[in-house]
């Protein structure tokens, strides 16, 4: 099992900047990829940034160029930096890992309970 602990969420003002951050608790050098997701009230949970293990970023077309997520292998940590943010951004934001486990091998997804983030005047 792995367990991922979100924080860094917050209230902040349109046009602002906030960082995620999401530890691990484990090493995360043998982990798949590692993601970030949202959901909004009334709303589906959506990908928002996802990293996969020795590439780069994949974001959704709502948040590029304004979001980076970037993985630190030594600190088992992911980040998601936001900047120029949204009333639309408004959600609880989740973060994923993925992992190749069993035999045969297969993609298992670890959550962790999420952190609120609010942009709002």
């Known amino acids: 099992q792995v367990q991922l602990v979100e924080s860094g969420g917050g209230l902040v003002q349109p046009g602002g900047s906030l960082r995620l951050s999401c530890a691990a608790s484990?090493?995360?050098?043998?982990?798949?990829?590692m993601g970030w997701y949202r959901q909004a009230p009334g709303k589906q949970r959506e990908l928002v940034a996802e990293?996969?293990?020795?590439?780069?970023?994949n974001y959704a077309d709502s948040v590029k160029g304004r979001f980076t997520i970037a993985r630190d292998n030594a600190k088992n940590t992911v980040y998601l930096q936001m900047n120029s943010l949204k009333p639309e951004d408004t959600a609880v934001y989740y973060c994923?890992?993925?992992?190749?486990?069993?035999?045969?091998?297969?993609?298992?997804?670890?959550w962790g309970q999420g952190t609120q983030l609010t942009v709002s005047s």
């Open positions: 484990e090493s995360i050098s043998s982990i798949y990829s």
């Open positions: 994923n890992a993925r992992r190749l486990e069993g035999m045969p091998p297969k993609l298992n997804d670890y």
């Open positions: 990293i996969i293990s020795g590439g780069s970023g």
